[in-house]
Nanobody
Framework: QVQLVESGGGLVQPGGSLRLSCAASGSIFSISAMGWYRQAPGKQRELVAAITSGGLTNYKDSAKGRFTISRDNAKNTVFLQMNSLKPEDTAVYYC??????????????WGQGTQVTVSS
């Protein structure tokens, strides 16, 4: 059984930064593509960034140049560094495990979510 636990969300002013972390249990992490999704009120959940076990990355267009996904396979942790945050980045952010890299469809494993609010 794989468990994912996110942390690092919070309230930040426009232009600020946050770093989200997702700690994974279970041996699947080291061979699994991981992703960060977000869901704003009234909107569908969307992929923000994804990373393979080898470090290949993929970003939503609006995240390119502002967000960086990374992972530490030794610590079973994936990160999302978010800079130059905008109010439209406000959402609940979810970590996803075993993402299908070819289709970018989410895998079966989800964290509980962490709220990110960008507001002055």
């Amino acid at each position: 059984q794989v468990q994912l636990v996110e942390s690092g969300g919070g309230l930040v002013q426009p232009g600020g930064s946050l770093r989200l972390s997702c700690a994974a249990s279970g041996s699947i992490f080291s061979i699994s593509a991981m992703g960060w999704y977000r869901q704003a009120p009234g909107k569908q959940r969307e992929l923000v960034a994804a990373i393979t076990s080898g470090g290949l990355t993929n970003y939503k267009d609006s995240a390119k140049g502002r967000f960086t996904i990374s992972r530490d396979n030794a610590k079973n942790t994936v990160f999302l560094q978010m800079n130059s945050l905008k109010p439209e980045d406000t959402a609940v952010y979810y970590c996803n495990g075993a993402l299908n890299w070819r289709t970018l469809k989410p895998g079966d494993y989800w964290g509980q979510g962490t709220q990110v609010t960008v507001s002055s």
